[in-house]
């Protein structure tokens, strides 16, 4: 099934965390995610974040505030001039959850093997008629030099515009999608060209984690200090 999954949600728990991390009562669970769309929404559709080059947003809910990390690969642009630009952008968050939002920008290091900011920059060049054979062909060979070990990517729609739509496939390197220590990174994008919606999704792979490398959740090691403990007392 790894094939036809989402492969970052088939990784949670494995060697991928989720995007929110909050708690609620069940009775708020429907609302609170809910907020949380109107945010990532929001956030995507802010003037302000235009060409900031945003590959992932995570929420973390505190009693009192929100704080939201903002990872991309321009952080000057999601700043601004004396941090006017990121001062806008948390007012109009603030208007929408109605509580105090806290922003913190993360910076990506290799942008050139991101899955999200590869399908926005095949998006971006399908919009402007450029041609999809060239468009996929750079995309691969500048991921590939940037480190990855695979990718792949799928586009469909009317490609050229044609008058069926079709898909598009390119790969290059290996994409294990079954294997569940593989780091694979996902991204998916539209392009809404004259002809109509262009679909783009890229899978990236960036080597295997093993269980050394993993890093430790809260959770994780509360589990680990409660064994200690009861294996310290059975002595």
């Not at 004396?82 to 603030?94: D, F, M, N, S, V």
Request: proline share 3%; charged share 30%.
């Amino acid at each position: 099934m790894g094939q036809k999954v989402n492969p970052i949600g088939l990784r949670l728990g494995v060697n991928k965390t989720w995007k929110s991390k909050w708690y609620v009562d069940p009775r708020e669970y429907a609302q609170t995610l809910h907020e949380d769309l109107r945010l990532r929404k929001e956030l995507d559709n802010c003037p302000e974040t235009k060409g900031a080059e945003i590959s992932e947003v995570e929420i973390i809910r505190q009693p009192q505030r929100i704080t939201v990390v903002i990872e991309t690969s321009k952080p000057g642009v999601l700043i601004g001039a004396k941090g006017a630009t990121i001062e806008k952008i948390g007012e109009r968050l603030q208007k929408v959850a109605g509580k105090k939002i806290q922003l913190k920008i993360k910076e990506l290091k290799k942008p050139e093997v991101n899955a999200q900011l590869i399908a926005f920059n095949v998006a971006r060049q399908l919009k402007s008629k450029s041609s999809f054979r060239k468009v996929l062909k750079q995309c691969l060979s500048g991921a590939m030099r940037g480190g990855a070990q695979g990718i792949k990517i799928r586009i469909s729609g009317r490609l050229a515009g044609a008058e069926m739509a079709r898909v598009q496939q390119v790969k290059e390197g290996r994409i294990p999608l079954h294997t569940f220590r593989a780091d694979i990174d996902y991204g998916f994008a539209e392009a809404n060209t004259t002809f109509g919606l262009i679909g783009v999704k890229v899978w990236v792979f960036n080597g295997e984690i093993l269980k050394k490398d993993m890093k430790e959740d809260a959770g994780q090691l509360l589990v680990k200090k409660k064994a200690k403990k009861a294996v310290g007392q059975g002595e």
